[in-house]
């Protein structure tokens, strides 16, 4: 088994297996459009990919697609080929990537009641939250005991304080919630796929970003980021 990183765009020969895990993965809560191979490499410009067998190389087994954000890697698709190779190798993996200082990710629905069944807890403070999220208000974001927690549960339970309801592309409405360490001092080892938060800066229950953008860097260069993102 083992895993790379690398930039999407050399995945190509892959990309017939990634498009057909993701319809399976995401089928039952929505399937965004990309715009074919071409507009999802540009969109989720780096990939965390699994082979289980070295004498299989042409056989993709799961994947972990993230952009490269102002505030760390923003993962936004966790995709495998079967249920079996994301309980025992994926969903692991994204755990191990979220306790990265540079990592995290908006979960909801089964994947993210396996990282919160797996110890992961969600960001709470609205100011970190807003700045992650710039068009959400104070109000959008559940407080403890809000009953939208229960109108918007997760798994039959009332869904994590700091959760928000945000208009996805192709999809509508949906809650998510926040997970992991976004890195605060936007200051990173590298400005490659497999770059690392430096110094994250302040603490707020090992979490805190600070400043507003609604941009991303990628190449060095900073690019607008579109309405579609996970």
């Known amino acids: 088994m083992e895993w790379k990183i690398t930039q ?19 089928r039952s809560i929505g399937l965004i459009d990309f715009g074919g191979w071409e507009g999802l490499q540009n969109y989720l410009n780096c990939s965390c990919y699994l082979l289980i067998n070295a004498d299989t190389p042409d056989e993709l087994n799961g994947i972990i ?4 954000s102002i505030y760390g890697n923003k993962i936004s ?13 994926v969903i692991p993996k994204l755990i191990e990537l979220l306790h990265i200082p540079g990592f995290y990710i908006e979960l909801s629905d ?24 710039p068009h959400l208000r104070d109000e959008d974001v559940f407080n403890e005991g809000d009953e939208r927690c229960t109108i918007y549960p997760l798994n039959k339970n009332p869904s994590p304080a700091g959760s928000y309801m945000r208009e996805i592309k192709d999809i509508g409405m949906h809650r998510k919630a926040l997970y992991g360490l976004p890195c605060l001092s936007q200051i990173f080892d590298n400005n490659e796929c ?25 190449g060095g260069k900073t690019k607008k980021r579109g309405s579609r993102k996970r």
């Open 194 to 218: 497999d770059r690392k938060c430096i110094n994250r800066g302040g603490k707020t229950k090992k979490r805190k970003v600070g400043g507003k953008s609604k941009k991303r860097k990628v």
């Open 110 to 133: 089964a994947l993210e009641y396996l990282a919160r069944k797996a110890g992961l807890d969600n960001i709470k403070d609205k100011n970190i939250i807003k700045t992650l999220i």
């Open 65 to 68: 697609l993230y952009w490269l």
């Open 77 to 89: 698709l966790v995709i495998s080929k079967t249920p079996q190779i994301a309980k025992t190798h």
């Open 8 to 26: 999407t765009k050399e995945l190509s020969v892959y990309s017939k297996q990634i498009f057909e895990m993701y319809e399976n993965s995401y």
